[in-house]
C-alpha cells in the first residue's frame, strides 16, 4: 500500500530566497519525498528561483500556483454525518488500507464541487498517486488512483453517500415519502415514471356487475 498524507503546510516565503510572497504572485509547489521521516515534504518557491531549486533537488510532484493570503478555515467536526472534506481528512490521517477506495471517490466528489483541484499525478510502483490542493486553504492531499471497474464504482458511490449519511436508512426514508436524495446530499422529489406507451390501458371493471357498451 502506498501512504496516503495530508500535506497542510503552506509557506509565505520562497523555500529557496526566503523573500515574502505578496498576493498574485506565480511560484512553484514541489512535493519531495523524505527519506528520514517516510513521509513527503513540500516547498513553495519563486519563478525567479526555480532553476536553482532543480538544480539541488528533484521532486517527485510539482505544479505552478498563484499566492493568495493565508485562510483559516475551521476543520469540521467529526459527527456521524460528516461532510465530504472532513470524511476525506479523517480517512487520510487514519490512513487505513480499506478506506482508499472510499477516498478516491470522495476527491472525486469534491472534484466536481470544485472545493478540491488536480494538479499533478504520478506514477509509482505501487499505482498513480493524485494530487489535489484545497482551493480556499491551499492544502495538498494525495490520494492513490485504485482503477475501480465501473461495477466497482457505482458500488463504492453508494457505500460512500451512506457514510455521508445519504444512504442506507436515510435513503430508504426518504423513499418512502417519494424523495431522494441527490449526489450532493440534497432531498429533492422523484420524477414520477412515465407510461409505458407499449402497455395496454386497463380499464376499472363496472360496478354492481354491469356492462359498458363500446
Given amino acids: 500500500m502506498i501512504q496516503n498524507w495530508s500535506i497542510r503546510s503552506r509557506s509565505h516565503h520562497c523555500a529557496q530566497s526566503g523573500r515574502a510572497f505578496v498576493e498574485g504572485d506565480i511560484f512553484h509547489t514541489a512535493i519531495y519525498f523524505d527519506p528520514e521521516t517516510g513521509g513527503y515534504l513540500r516547498r513553495d518557491v519563486a519563478l525567479d528561483a526555480w532553476k536553482q531549486e532543480l538544480s539541488e533537488r528533484t521532486p517527485i510532484a510539482y505544479w505552478k500556483t498563484a499566492y493568495t493570503p493565508h485562510v483559516t478555515e475551521e476543520r469540521p467536526e467529526v459527527t456521524s454525518k460528516e461532510s465530504a472534506m472532513a470524511l476525506l481528512q479523517r480517512f487520510i ?14 476527491a472525486l466528489m469534491l472534484e466536481r464541487k470544485r472545493i478540491l483541484s488536480p494538479t499533478a499525478s504520478k506514477e509509482t510502483e505501487q499505482g498513480k498517486v493524485l494530487f489535489y490542493e484545497n482551493k480556499k486553504t491551499s492544502e495538498v492531499y494525495m490520494v492513490r488512483d485504485p482503477e475501480l471497474r465501473l461495477d466497482e464504482l457505482v458500488q463504492m458511490q453508494d457505500e460512500v453517500a451512506t457514510l455521508l449519511g445519504f444512504g442506507g436508512p436515510a435513503a430508504e426514508a426518504a423513499k418512502a415519502v417519494g424523495m431522494s436524495f441527490t449526489p ?31
Fill in 93 to 106: 490521517e487514519e490512513d487505513e488500507p480499506h478506506t482508499e477506495n472510499a477516498r478516491y471517490i470522495l
Fill in 184 to 214: 450532493e446530499g440534497k432531498l429533492e422529489k422523484k420524477a414520477e415514471a412515465k407510461p409505458d406507451p407499449e402497455t395496454p390501458a386497463v380499464t376499472p371493471e363496472p360496478e354492481n356487475g354491469s356492462t359498458t357498451e363500446s
